[in-house]
T-cell receptor, first 114, second 112 residues
Framework: ETGVTQSPTHLIKTRGQQVTLRCSSQ?????VSWYQQALGQGPQFIFQ???????GRGNFPPRFSGLQFPNYSSELNVNALELDDSALYLC?????????????FGQGTRLTVV | GQQLNQNPQSMFIQEGEDVSMNCTSS?????WLWYKQDPGEGPVLLIA?????ELTSNGRLTAQFGITRKDSFLNISASIPSDVGIYFC????????????FGQGTRLTINP
C-alpha cells in the first residue's frame, strides 16, 4: 500500500458536466501529479503541483485544472466533460527533493462520461 | 517528444515459466522505472534503475539498465498466478523532473 488515497473510486457523469477528483498524498511527500489512463494505454501526464502551484503540464486543454492544498492534498477538476474524458485518473505523490524520480500512485478514480 | 516502446504487448505463458520483456526509448536518460498494474488499481513501483549496466533484483524480478542507455529489460523467474497484470516501463523526460512518460505496457497472462 502506497499511502496515496483517491476519492471517489468510481464516478459516472453526463457530457457537459463538471467533476472534481480528490487525492491525499503519501505522508512526507510534497508533490502531486495527475495522470489520465485510457483503456489499454499507459498513463498520460496531465499536470503536477508543488508548493500549491502548477509545476508542469502535459498536453491537456485548460478545462483540466487543479489545486494543491497546504497539507499537500490535491484536486483535479474537469469542466465541460466530453465522452473521451472517460478514463482512469491516477494521482501520484513524490518528494521533489529526491534526485531521482520515484512516484507512488493511488488506486485511481474510474470516470465514465455518458 | 519522448517515446517508450514496450515488447511484447502481451504474453501468454504457463505457470512456472520465466518471463522476459523489454522497453526501448527514443532518447537517452538516466532513469528507468518498472511498474506493475493490477486490474482496477494504480501502478505499483517494482524496480528503479539509475545507472547504465545496473542490474537490480526484487525477489523473482530482475531488471537491467541497458548499456546503450536507450533500453531496459525486466525478467520474472518461475512465474506464479499473482504475476498477472500489466507491466509498464517509465522514465522522467528531464533528469530530476517528477513527471513520467510511460510505455504502452506488456500484459501478462498466466495459465495455471
Amino acid at each position: 500500500e502506497t499511502g496515496v488515497t483517491q476519492s471517489p473510486t468510481h464516478l459516472i457523469k453526463t457530457r457537459g458536466q463538471q467533476v472534481t477528483l480528490r487525492c491525499s498524498s503519501q505522508s512526507g511527500h510534497n508533490t502531486v501529479s495527475w495522470y489520465q489512463q485510457a483503456l489499454g494505454q499507459g498513463p498520460q501526464f496531465i499536470f503536477q503541483y508543488y508548493r500549491e502551484e502548477e509545476n508542469g503540464r502535459g498536453n491537456f486543454p485548460p478545462r483540466f485544472s487543479g489545486l494543491q492544498f497546504p497539507n499537500y492534498s490535491s484536486e483535479l477538476n474537469v469542466n465541460a466533460l466530453e465522452l473521451d474524458d472517460s478514463a482512469l485518473y491516477l494521482c501520484a505523490s513524490s518528494l521533489v527533493s529526491r534526485a531521482n524520480t520515484e512516484a507512488f500512485f493511488g488506486q485511481g478514480t474510474r470516470l465514465t462520461v455518458v | 517528444g519522448q517515446q517508450l516502446n514496450q515488447n511484447p504487448q502481451s504474453m501468454f505463458i504457463q505457470e512456472g515459466e520465466d518471463v522476459s520483456m523489454n522497453c526501448t526509448s527514443s532518447s537517452i536518460f538516466n532513469t528507468w522505472l518498472w511498474y506493475k498494474q493490477d486490474p482496477g488499481e494504480g501502478p505499483v513501483l517494482l524496480i528503479a534503475l539509475y545507472k547504465a549496466g545496473e542490474l537490480t533484483s526484487n525477489g523473482r524480478l530482475t531488471a537491467q539498465f541497458g548499456i546503450t542507455r536507450k533500453d531496459s529489460f525486466l525478467n520474472i523467474s518461475a512465474s506464479i498466478p499473482s504475476d498477472v497484470g500489466i507491466y509498464f516501463c517509465a522514465q522522467p523526460p528531464i533528469q530530476g523532473a517528477q513527471k513520467l512518460v510511460f510505455g504502452q505496457g506488456t500484459r501478462l497472462t498466466i495459465n495455471p
